[in-house]
């Protein structure tokens, strides 16, 4: 059986290279998960993408009663001020990579902080789409899956 690992996405990551290009790049998410699905052969991939908390807190809930390895998460500004989803994480006992395409530590200073890392098994920032491939490999190695 693969090991299958979930990569959600949060609020306005949908709109991925048409949402200021300048900061999160010119490619869309389908191009970037197409990308994925072909670098990972061997490991089962699933996506989701919600702009509301409380969907991607149901979303990340469910994947507990499954066979899943791990998440990468990109969950935007919520990464900032949702405490709901730092508890649901810190309650799932998952391996979770925080994924963010721009470099936070450079922006707004409000972007410096995350409430999400303190309870997050590490955070890719600022290499764009690459961070997402980072998040999986690191999660494939932390599962024993060679990729």
Known sequence: MKTTIAVVNGPNLGRL???EPGI?????????????????PEIQLESFQSN???????????????AV??????????AHQSYALR?????AGLPVVEVHLSNVHARE???????????VWGQIAGLGPLGYHLAIEAL?????VSS
């Open 17 to 19: 290279g048409r949402r």
């Open 24 to 40: 999160y790049g010119h490619q869309s998410w389908e191009d970037i998960w197409q990308e994925l699905v072909k670098s990972f």
């Open 52 to 66: 509301h908390e409380g969907a991607l807190i149901d979303y990340i809930e469910q994947l507990l009663d499954r």
């Open 69 to 78: 390895s791990g998440l990468v998460l990109n969950p935007g500004a919520l």
């Open 87 to 91: 508890d649901c994480l810190k309650a």
């Open 109 to 119: 200073a409000f972007r410096a902080t995350s409430l999400i890392s303190p309870v």
């Open 140 to 144: 494939a190695r932390h599962q024993g």
